[in-house]
């Protein structure tokens, strides 16, 4: 069993930075890989950025690729999301999730978090 909850959403301008955090409960963190999505009103939820449980391996959507970067701490049970050139578009509540098998990009996560919003003003 595996908790998330996330931190560090908010309000920032257009071109602005954000990290997010991801702090999970169990001593299992390091066998997970994990992921960010994200849902835009009135939109479907959608995949952000990915890594492997060692954090070797990372994948990104087109859309966030050279802008966003996820790294973990398993150390510190943590998995962050740097978020760099905020675009309005990136207005969405993000999420994060961990998969017993290895990174997807597909909504096929065992555990989720509730959810941290990131609002980009223009």
């Known amino acids: 069993q595996v908790q998330l909850v996330e931190s560090g959403g908010g309000l920032v301008q257009a071109g602005g930075s954000l990290r997010l955090s991801c702090a999970a409960s169990g001593r299992a963190f390091k066998r997970y890989a994990l992921g960010w999505f994200r849902q835009a009103p009135g939109k479907e939820r959608e995949f952000v950025a990915a890594i492997s449980w060692s954090g070797g391996s990372t994948y990104y959507s087109d859309s966030v690729k050279g802008r966003f970067t996820i790294s973990r701490d398993n150390a510190k049970n943590t998995v962050y999301l740097q978020m760099n050139s905020l675009k309005p578009e990136d207005t969405a509540v993000y999420y994060c999730?961990?998969?017993?098998?290895?990174?997807?990009?597909?909504?096929?996560?065992?555990?989720w978090g509730q959810g941290t919003q990131v609002t980009v003003s223009s």
């Open positions: 999730a961990a998969r017993g098998g290895g990174y997807s990009a597909a909504d096929d996560y065992d555990y």
